[in-house]
């Protein structure tokens, strides 16, 4: 026997051409051992067909377990190797086994074999097929089994769960779950019986049937537990997660976790990660979030890689912060430093690029939060990787400078200095970052103060452009010059500047002069006089006339006492002093300008007009526009002054050259100079000479509604000057060019046509009138005058219709004057109507003519009918006429007498006072002559 056995397992190594596993080994061993047996006992059998079948089985067995061994050399060779090898000569041994059991099956169904060895066959033949892919074959095949197998044979079983792996690996899962379904109970017990109710549960899962799946991957989790079943447990343990999770049962998916034994830190990781797959972002943060705040150190830090990429990916900076805090207090490796290095800085230049959108800079809270947010991830990333250091302060501080987070910002780049090495690109750059940060006129004076010095130090020590260097050494200087007020120290850096640019002969005086108005300040003789002393010493070149200057500098301040004798009274001291700078051929430009100035303020405040013009003159014409502006209100004061005290010429000259020079800028002041020089202007007759200054100050400047009004105050003048043609002029080529207000052309045209219809032109601006007057919608809104013009008009209009009316005559025969009668009270009738739509236009004038149009109507019929007799007629019939005629002209009269009481009303309404109205009113009073002398007392009396 051990021979035998010997024997059998020399045949397994040498026949296979592979080397088999020791199990694998141990196996075929056995059934080789069978097979020699079997083959034995059919020497003494004659049609065996059972122990036919069992030679198909051990074949088909075999066949499989070298199959086995076939694929796991075959993935262990080179894709190359793949690629170059003969792939059916490479599975020829267990291919040779497949067929020799497909032969022995196909003879065994020739023999007509009874229904179970049928379906042992075809479950032999189908599996034959599977392992050749043929898959519709062993489909077929893997039927005709089930349908032969007698009731109960487990050979039934095996091949509905064959099928139903066949149909889970296609996808069919209504077919998979069916087959499963029907064999599942059968194989309780047996060990692979996890591993098909894991594949139902899928099935099940994918046809929607959710919480059956749920239940059997739950049991399947609670039997891998079991040595007795193929352990699923963390397969299954990841699915019942991702079952909930996909039926929307978040919290029951942590539940689940959270009652097992199993590590729940790598649970919610896997889960997170299959939520990942599914996009729900949201839910998978939350997993994550569960697993990083656990205590298992691996699961902790994937995720707080996987936190990192969901937050960048949405672009929630908070949460992304809070645990982009957390990497260095993580335990993550190599790889996942990486990472997670790789979000932070990529969220820290996304928010980088974010601050420089025109967009967001106008949104300050917006600008603030996400600099801030990027700051603090740069500087992460720097601990996070130290070889970043400088490049991440430097773009830390760039980022709260964006945020306008100055103080925070130079401490970055003040963080570079310390640590990059002088003259490095980010040492550079944070240098200029801080300088930039230093001029922003936002900066508080303390942190100006703080920096300034050290900061222009380093640039100026590292900086090899030269032409960079001298902007730095002129910034610092500025800054001890202008801010420190430290003169000792922009003495000595002026000295620096001087040794290195001894030819830049005008900066240098610049530079000088400063240091001088400095000493002169602070009032500091000594101080000035021993520096121009060392200005000597050391031989800086400087022009001739500037050294002359230096030395009337010595003298001018000799004379220091000017001002102090103004201030305590003592004006023609003061006056004599600046007379002698202003005078004094080496006096500087500035000098003079301010001498001049203070020349024209004196004799302004001694009262001498005259001067005062003159000397203003002169400073408006050698002042800077910037000392003009400083002076404004002073001029326009001293300007009005000679206005006043009738000094018009003059006034009007210094108003032009002062508005000027000054076109460019912006005052308050220029408006009311503006005015002045308009009305003085009109006042002494000099409009043309107005209109071409104001028509000069568009440039100028000022804005419209100040143009408007300027050449508003021209137009009226014309107006009430009667010069309709100068007026219309003003109206057309200036008025128009600065507004399309409908309501205001009104009240220009209005004045316009008024002037024109007193002028005897009433019609010239009809249509501009009429025009305006359709077009607004609130005429309450329009000016009165062109409310009055257009309301005159329509009285023209009933003028003609009174006069026609009054022109017809009354006449006999009866029928004639009947129809005369009823044409004048239409005509009457007409007439009243129009008065009305007049009135409602809301015009005083027009209403008072329109009524007393009307009432004369009114009056002249009623006198017509009154007084009309027929003729040809009998003197009863006369009589009888005029009897019935009187009633009609007491109604007319009686009806005049109505209007007039209505126009007194509307009058005293609207508190309207007309020419038309006196002379109505005084209708019918008995006023005495005022032809002959009248005689009064003392008190008045007549």
Same mark, same amino acid.
């Given at each position: 026997?051990?021979?035998?056995?010997?024997?059998?397992?020399?045949?397994?190594?040498?026949?296979?051409?592979?080397?088999?596993?020791?199990?694998?080994?141990?196996?075929?061993?056995?059934?080789?051992?069978?097979?020699?047996?079997?083959?034995?006992?059919?020497?003494?059998?004659?049609?065996?067909?059972?122990?036919?079948?069992?030679?198909?089985?051990?074949?088909?067995?075999?066949?499989?377990?070298?199959?086995?061994?076939?694929?796991?050399?075959?993935?262990?060779?080179?894709?190359?190797?793949?690629?170059?090898?003969?792939?059916?000569?490479?599975?020829?041994?267990?291919?040779?086994?497949?067929?020799?059991?497909?032969?022995?099956?196909?003879?065994?169904?020739?023999?007509?074999?009874?229904?179970?060895?049928?379906?042992?066959?075809?479950?032999?033949?189908?599996?034959?097929?599977?392992?050749?892919?043929?898959?519709?074959?062993?489909?077929?095949?893997?039927?005709?089994?089930?349908?032969?197998?007698?009731?109960?044979?487990?050979?039934?079983?095996?091949?509905?769960?064959?099928?139903?792996?066949?149909?889970?690996?296609?996808?069919?899962?209504?077919?998979?779950?069916?087959?499963?379904?029907?064999?599942?109970?059968?194989?309780?017990?047996?060990?692979?019986?996890?591993?098909?109710?894991?594949?139902?549960?899928?099935?099940?899962?994918?046809?929607?049937?959710?919480?059956?799946?749920?239940?059997?991957?739950?049991?399947?989790?609670?039997?891998?537990?079991?040595?007795?079943?193929?352990?699923?447990?963390?397969?299954?343990?990841?699915?019942?997660?991702?079952?909930?999770?996909?039926?929307?049962?978040?919290?029951?998916?942590?539940?689940?976790?959270?009652?097992?034994?199993?590590?729940?830190?790598?649970?919610?990781?896997?889960?997170?990660?299959?939520?990942?797959?599914?996009?729900?972002?949201?839910?998978?943060?939350?997993?994550?979030?569960?697993?990083?705040?656990?205590?298992?150190?691996?699961?902790?830090?994937?995720?707080?890689?996987?936190?990192?990429?969901?937050?960048?990916?949405?672009?929630?900076?908070?949460?992304?912060?809070?645990?982009?805090?957390?990497?260095?207090?993580?335990?993550?490796?190599?790889?996942?430093?990486?990472?997670?290095?790789?979000?932070?800085?990529?969220?820290?230049?996304?928010?980088?690029?974010?601050?420089?959108?025109?967009?967001?800079?106008?949104?300050?809270?917006?600008? +603030? =939060? /996400?600099?801030?947010? #990027?700051? %603090?991830?740069? !500087?992460?990333?720097?601990?996070?990787?130290? @070889?970043?250091? &400088?490049?991440?302060?430097?773009?830390?501080?760039?980022?709260?400078?964006?945020?306008?987070?100055?103080?925070?910002?130079?401490?970055?780049?003040?963080?570079?200095?310390?640590?990059?090495?002088?003259?490095?690109?980010?040492?550079?750059?944070?240098?200029?970052?801080?300088?930039?940060?230093?001029?922003?006129?936002?900066?508080?004076?303390?942190?100006?103060?703080?920096?300034?010095?050290?900061?222009?130090?380093?640039?100026?020590?590292?900086?090899?452009? +030269? =032409? /960079?260097?001298?902007? #730095?050494? %002129?910034?610092? !200087?500025?800054?001890?010059?202008?801010?420190? @007020?430290?003169? &000792?120290?922009?003495?000595?850096?002026?000295?620096?500047?001087?040794?290195?640019?001894?030819?830049?002969?005008?900066?240098?005086?610049?530079?000088?002069?400063?240091?001088?108005?400095?000493?002169?300040?602070?009032?500091?003789?000594?101080?000035?006089?021993?520096?121009?002393?060392?200005?000597?010493?050391?031989?800086?070149?400087?022009?001739?006339?500037?050294?002359?200057?230096?030395?009337?500098?010595?003298?001018?301040?000799?004379?220091?006492?000017?001002? +102090?004798?103004?201030?305590?009274?003592?004006?023609?001291?003061?006056?004599?002093?600046?007379?002698?700078?202003? @005078?004094?051929? &080496?006096?500087?430009?500035?000098?003079?300008?301010?001498?001049?100035?203070?020349?024209?303020?004196?004799?302004?405040?001694?009262?001498?007009?005259?001067?005062?013009?003159?000397?203003?003159?002169?400073?408006?014409?050698?002042?800077?526009?910037?000392?003009?502006?400083?002076?404004?209100?002073?001029?326009?004061?001293?300007?009005?002054?000679?206005?006043?005290?009738?000094?018009?010429?003059?006034?009007?000259?210094?108003?032009?050259?002062?508005?000027?020079?000054?076109?460019?800028?912006?005052?308050?002041?220029?408006?009311?100079?503006?005015?002045?020089?308009?009305?003085?202007?009109?006042?002494?007759?000099?409009?043309?000479?107005?209109?071409?200054?104001?028509?000069?100050?568009?440039?100028?400047?000022?804005?419209?509604?100040?143009?408007?009004?300027?050449?508003?105050?021209?137009?009226?003048?014309?107006?009430?000057?009667?010069?309709?043609?100068?007026?219309?002029?003003?109206?057309?080529?200036?008025?128009?060019?600065?507004?399309?207000?409908?309501?205001?052309?009104?009240?220009?045209?209005?004045?316009?046509?008024?002037?024109?219809?007193?002028?005897?032109?009433?019609?010239?601006?009809?249509?501009?009138?009429?025009?305006?007057?359709?077009?607004?919608?609130?005429?309450?809104?329009?000016?009165?005058?062109?409310?009055?013009?257009?309301?005159?008009?329509?009285?023209?209009?009933?003028?003609?219709?009174?006069?026609?009316?009054?022109?017809?005559?009354?006449?006999?025969?009866?029928?004639?004057?009947?129809?005369?009668?009823?044409?004048?009270?239409?005509?009457?009738?007409?007439?009243?109507?129009?008065?009305?739509?007049?009135?409602?236009?809301?015009?005083?004038?027009?209403?008072?003519?329109?009524?007393?149009?009307?009432?004369?109507?009114?009056?002249?019929?009623?006198?017509?009918?009154?007084?009309?007799?027929?003729?040809?007629?009998?003197?009863?019939?006369?009589?009888?006429?005029?009897?019935?005629?009187?009633?009609?002209?007491?109604?007319?009269?009686?009806?005049?007498?109505?209007?007039?009481?209505?126009?007194?009303?509307?009058?005293?309404?609207?508190?309207?006072?007309?020419?038309?109205?006196?002379?109505?009113?005084?209708?019918?009073?008995?006023?005495?002559?005022?032809?002959?002398?009248?005689?009064?007392?003392?008190?008045?009396?007549?």
């Amino acid at each position: 026997m051990i021979k035998v056995l010997l024997l059998a397992s020399l045949i397994s190594f040498s026949s296979y051409g592979i080397k088999l596993s020791p199990k694998r080994d141990r196996i075929v061993s056995v059934i080789d051992m069978e097979l020699k047996e079997i083959s034995r006992m059919k020497r003494y059998t004659k049609r065996d067909n059972t122990l036919d079948l069992r030679m198909a089985e051990l074949n088909l067995e075999k066949g499989r377990i070298i199959r086995e061994q076939e694929n796991e050399n075959f993935f262990k060779l080179t894709p190359k190797q793949k690629n170059q090898i003969d792939r059916k000569k490479f599975f020829s041994v267990s291919d040779s086994y497949y067929k020799k059991a497909r032969g022995i099956g196909i003879s065994i169904l020739k023999k007509k074999p009874n229904r179970r060895a049928r379906s042992h066959i075809y479950y032999i033949l189908a599996y034959n097929e599977l392992e050749n892919v043929n898959m519709e074959d062993a489909k077929s095949l893997f039927v005709k089994s089930v349908r032969s197998a007698p009731k109960g044979d487990f050979i039934e079983t095996k091949s509905r769960l064959a099928l139903g792996d066949i149909y889970y690996r296609e996808g069919d899962f209504n077919k998979s779950r069916q087959y499963y379904n029907t064999a599942i109970g059968k194989i309780r017990d047996d060990k692979w019986y996890t591993k098909y109710l894991y594949n139902l549960a899928w099935s099940n899962f994918r046809v929607g049937r959710k919480n059956t799946a749920v239940k059997q991957m739950e049991q399947v989790f609670e039997l891998s537990k079991s040595p007795k079943y193929i352990d699923k447990q963390d397969m299954a343990s990841r699915d019942v997660g991702y079952f909930y999770a996909e039926s929307g049962k978040t919290n029951k998916a942590l539940k689940f976790y959270q009652n097992q034994n199993t590590d729940a830190e790598k649970n919610f990781y896997d889960m997170g990660m299959i939520l990942i797959g599914k996009q729900k972002y949201s839910q998978a943060a939350d997993m994550f979030g569960r697993a990083f705040n656990g205590k298992n150190p691996k699961y902790k830090a994937m995720s707080l890689v996987q936190l990192l990429m969901i937050y960048d990916k949405y672009g929630n900076n908070s949460y992304f912060l809070r645990y982009a805090r957390a990497i260095t207090k993580s335990p993550l490796n190599a790889e996942q430093k990486k990472e997670a290095l790789y979000f932070v800085t990529k969220r820290a230049a996304q928010l980088q690029k974010e601050l420089e959108m025109s967009h967001n800079k106008k949104r300050p809270k917006v600008m +603030k =939060s /996400k600099g801030k947010t #990027a700051a %603090e991830l740069y !500087f992460i990333s720097q601990q996070i990787d130290p @070889k970043l250091s &400088e490049r991440a302060l430097f773009f830390a501080g760039e980022s709260y400078y964006a945020a306008n987070e100055y103080p925070e910002a130079l401490y970055m780049y003040d963080k570079v200095l310390s640590t990059a090495q002088p003259g490095s690109t980010y040492y550079k750059r944070s240098l200029a970052g801080m300088m930039i940060v230093l001029n922003d006129r936002k900066i508080s004076k303390s942190t100006r103060n703080k920096y300034f010095e050290t900061i222009f130090t380093n640039y100026i020590k590292t900086e090899e452009s +030269k =032409s /960079k260097k001298n902007k #730095a050494v %002129e910034k610092l !200087f500025s800054f001890y010059v202008d801010e420190k @007020k430290d003169v &000792e120290k922009a003495k000595q850096t002026f000295f620096v500047y001087a040794k290195e640019n001894p030819r830049n002969i005008s900066k240098n005086e610049a530079m000088i002069g400063r240091i001088v108005d400095m000493y002169k300040t602070q009032k500091n003789k000594k101080g000035l006089m021993s520096f121009v002393g060392e200005l000597k010493g050391q031989g800086i070149p400087l022009k001739r006339g500037f050294v002359n200057h230096l030395n009337k500098i010595i003298l001018v301040a000799q004379f220091s006492d000017i001002q +102090k004798a103004n201030k305590s009274g003592d004006k023609i001291t003061a006056l004599k002093g600046y007379l002698f700078i202003y @005078k004094d051929p &080496e006096s500087t430009a500035d000098a003079k300008r301010n001498a001049a100035y203070n020349i024209a303020v004196l004799f302004y405040e001694s009262g001498n007009v005259g001067l005062t013009a003159k000397w203003l003159d002169r400073a408006i014409e050698e002042m800077t526009t910037t000392e003009l502006v400083k002076f404004y209100e002073s001029f326009n004061s001293i300007i009005s002054e000679l206005f006043l005290r009738q000094r018009v010429a003059d006034g009007m000259l210094l108003t032009q050259k002062l508005l000027g020079k000054t076109c460019g800028i912006n005052n308050k002041n220029k408006e009311k100079l503006l005015k002045n020089y308009i009305v003085m202007g009109l006042a002494t007759r000099n409009d043309s000479k107005a209109v071409a200054f104001v028509d000069q100050q568009s440039k100028c400047r000022f804005n419209n509604s100040t143009m408007l009004a300027s050449y508003e105050q021209i137009f009226d003048y014309y107006i009430d000057f009667k010069q309709i043609t100068n007026a219309d002029k003003i109206y057309r080529e200036r008025l128009s060019a600065y507004t399309k207000n409908l309501y205001r052309k009104s009240e220009y045209v209005g004045k316009l046509a008024k002037l024109s219809r007193e002028q005897g032109n009433s019609s010239r601006y009809n249509n501009e009138l009429n025009y305006i007057y359709r077009r607004v919608k609130n005429k309450k809104k329009l000016a009165i005058e062109t409310i009055d013009e257009v309301a005159l008009a329509e009285v023209a209009d009933v003028e003609r219709a009174v006069n026609s009316f009054n022109a017809i005559e009354l006449s006999f025969p009866e029928n004639k004057f009947n129809n005369t009668m009823k044409g004048k009270f239409a005509r009457l009738e007409s007439i009243q109507n129009q008065v009305t739509k007049i009135v409602a236009m809301g015009s005083g004038e027009a209403m008072v003519k329109s009524y007393s149009l009307l009432i004369s109507s009114y009056d002249k019929f009623s006198k017509d009918v009154a007084t009309f007799t027929p003729t040809g007629k009998s003197q009863e019939y006369v009589n009888s006429f005029k009897g019935s005629m009187q009633n009609v002209s007491a109604n007319l009269a009686s009806k005049s007498r109505q209007l007039k009481r209505e126009l007194d009303s509307l009058i005293n309404k609207n508190d309207v006072l007309t020419v038309n109205f006196g002379t109505l009113s005084r209708q019918g009073l008995s006023l005495p002559s005022m032809t002959g002398a009248v005689l009064m007392d003392k008190r008045g009396n007549q």
